[in-house]
Nanobody
Framework: QLQASGGGLVQAGGSLRLSCAASGRSGRTTSNNGMGWFRQAPGKEREFVASISWRGGDTYYADSVKGRFTISRDNAKNTVYLQMNSLRPEDTAVYYC?????????????????WGQGTLVTVSS
């Protein structure tokens, strides 16, 4: 099970830090798997935000968040983070964390096996 948290309402230019804690079967595999964050805005398809390799040495970002968001992980805690700075109204969405199949860090959501329930981020202008 993946539990995402940290969403909320923030003004444009502000920051939020999302967390994704893994437990159970997904927790046993998460520390050895690539992890990703995706988001889905109202009326839009789910899109890739960021991903990180299982050791944390490799990170990947969507162009729209590059330089503003930072993905990281703490395998000892089975937790992945998404630090979001300089937030914009267009970042408003439900954010989902996901555990990849094996070591994948793909931007394709079909590469991910376990999904969290999502946490809502709302950025006001």
């Amino acid at each position: 099970q993946l539990q995402a948290s940290g969403g909320g309402l923030v003004q444009a230019g502000g920051s939020l830090r999302l967390s994704c804690a893994a437990s159970g079967r997904s927790g046993r595999t998460t520390s050895n798997n690539g992890m990703g964050w995706f988001r889905q805005a109202p009326g839009k398809e789910r899109e890739f935000v960021a991903s990180i390799s299982w050791r944390g040495g490799d990170t990947y970002y969507a162009d729209s968040v590059k330089g503003r968001f930072t993905i990281s992980r703490d395998n000892a805690k089975n937790t992945v983070y998404l630090q979001m700075n300089s937030l914009r109204p267009e970042d408003t969405a439900v954010y989902y964390c996901a555990s990849a199949l094996g070591s994948s860090t793909s931007a394709n959501d079909r590469a991910y096996r376990y999904w969290g329930q999502g946490t809502l981020v709302t950025v006001s202008s």
